[in-house]
């Protein structure tokens, strides 16, 4: 049985991986113009899909792995590497530069289930801690994450305006910070893995 204790451990990870503050003002642009019951379906999908593809990486990764002779050290490492390009180009770049809006209610699959919600963050984040501290409560806290983001994104006009524009740049980039420590504390393991310092 997984510890509670452990919970923080992998629910902030996830929630730092995902980012949700840097979600929602793409999410309003994209449903600006629908009508509510199609904003509503736009988030379902959006959530649904995210799901359905985080469970799908978690359960063929490892796999993978063995197929190609990669060891979870090798993957924390490399993972680690990713994640924290990720961080340091989500630190640098030029805000107001949007992504072209389209207002379909296919955009609750891409781009918002993926890559907006999972994209390489994510999916490398879980199968770290799928890793270290177990399937179970690696999938209770994605679910958690995903209630949040599903709540976030209803009431997303609402969140921006008592936030702010500026507080809700201030907070992604804040969780940019997070995922580059996050990076930096997976490379280490990885080396200390691979080095055989654990």
Known sequence: MPDIKEFPEVFIPVFVAIDVFALLPFFISYTRGLPPDAVRRVINQSIMTALGVSIGFVAIGEGIFRILGI???DF???GGL???V???LELVKEEGRHRKKSVTTTIGVVPLGVPMIVGPALLTTLLVLVDHYGVIITLFSLLLNLFI???LCKNATR???IIGKEGVLAISKLMAILLASIAVMMI???LQ???GLQ
């Open 76 to 78: 924390k490492v490399a």
């Open 86 to 88: 990720i961080a340091v």
């Open 193 to 195: 893995g691979l080095l």
């Open 188 to 190: 280490r393991l990885g």
């Open 82 to 84: 990713v994640l924290l």
């Open 149 to 151: 983001v599903w709540l």
């Open 159 to 161: 969140v921006v305006r």
């Open 71 to 73: 060891t979870v050290d």
